[in-house]
T-cell receptor
C-alpha cells in the first residue's frame, strides 16, 4: 500500500523566513496531494492541494510543488508569521481523494 | 463554507462502557464519511470509511465489533466505541467531502475520548 514519509518532524524558523516541508510517497498511482494545517486542539484544515497533472500551485504565501518522477512533493511557506505555527500534514491518495494516507506531520514553530 | 460538526468534543467514560460519537454534515449531503484516530503528537490514521445505507469498510487491524459505525442518513455518521478500555483513549476525527468529487475533505472538530 501507499506509504508517505514527511520531513522534517520539527522545524523552527524566524519570523519572515521561509519554511519548506517535504513529503515522499511510494505509490505511483497516487494522484491527489493535499496539505493540512492543524493548530493545537483543533481540527485539520486544508490549506492547499495539488493534483498529479500539475507541477506547482501557489496561494499567496503558500506554494506546493510536485515531482511525479521522484514521487515527492513539498510545501513552501514564505514570509512566515507566528500564526503559521502548527502541525502540518501531507497526504497522498489515489482514486481522486479517497483512501488518504497521511504523513507523520511536521511541527512548525515560527519564532518572533 | 462546508461544515462538519462532531459531538461530543470530549468525553470521559469508565472502562467497559460504550461511547457514541456523532459526525454531521451541516450544509451538504455526504454519502461517504471517514473516521480517523489520532494519538498524541502523531498523524491521522484512517479507521474506516462510512458509507450511507451500507456497511462501513474498515482498515486492516481495526476491530469491526469494537468500533461500530452507522451511516443511516446522508448527513449523519456515528462511531460507537464499545466496551471501551484505556487503550481506546484517543482523539477521533471524522471527515467528509462537501463537493462530492472527493477533493478538499472537511474535518469535524474531533472528539477526545478518555477511558478511565
Amino acid at each position: 500500500g501507499e506509504n508517505v514519509e514527511q520531513h522534517p518532524s520539527t522545524l523552527s524558523v524566524q519570523e519572515g523566513d521561509s519554511a519548506v516541508i517535504k513529503c515522499t510517497y511510494s505509490d505511483s498511482a497516487s494522484n491527489y496531494f493535499p496539505w493540512y494545517k492543524q493548530e493545537l486542539g483543533k481540527r485539520p484544515q486544508l490549506i492547499i492541494d495539488i493534483r498529479s497533472n500539475v507541477g506547482e500551485k501557489k496561494d499567496q504565501r503558500i506554494a506546493v510543488t510536485l515531482n511525479k518522477t521522484a514521487k515527492h512533493f513539498s510545501l513552501h511557506i514564505t514570509e512566515t508569521q507566528p500564526e503559521d505555527s502548527a502541525v502540518y500534514f501531507c497526504a497522498a491518495s489515489k482514486d481522486y481523494g479517497q483512501n488518504f494516507v497521511f504523513g507523520p506531520g511536521t511541527r512548525l514553530s515560527v519564532l518572533p | 463554507g462546508a461544515v462538519v460538526s462532531q459531538h461530543p468534543s470530549w468525553v470521559i467514560c469508565k472502562s467497559g462502557t460504550s461511547v457514541k460519537i456523532e459526525c454531521r454534515s451541516l450544509d451538504f449531503q455526504a454519502t461517504t464519511m471517514f473516521w480517523y484516530r489520532q494519538f498524541p503528537k502523531q498523524s491521522l490514521m484512517l479507521m474506516a470509511t462510512s458509507n450511507e445505507g451500507s456497511k462501513a469498510t474498515y482498515e486492516q487491524g481495526v476491530e469491526k465489533d469494537k468500533f461500530l459505525i452507522n451511516h443511516a442518513s446522508l448527513t449523519l455518521s456515528t462511531l460507537t466505541v464499545t466496551s471501551a478500555h484505556p487503550e481506546d483513549s484517543s482523539f477521533y476525527i471524522c471527515s467528509a467531502d462537501p463537493s462530492g468529487v472527493y477533493y478538499g475533505y472537511t474535518f469535524g472538530s474531533g472528539t477526545r475520548l478518555t477511558v478511565v
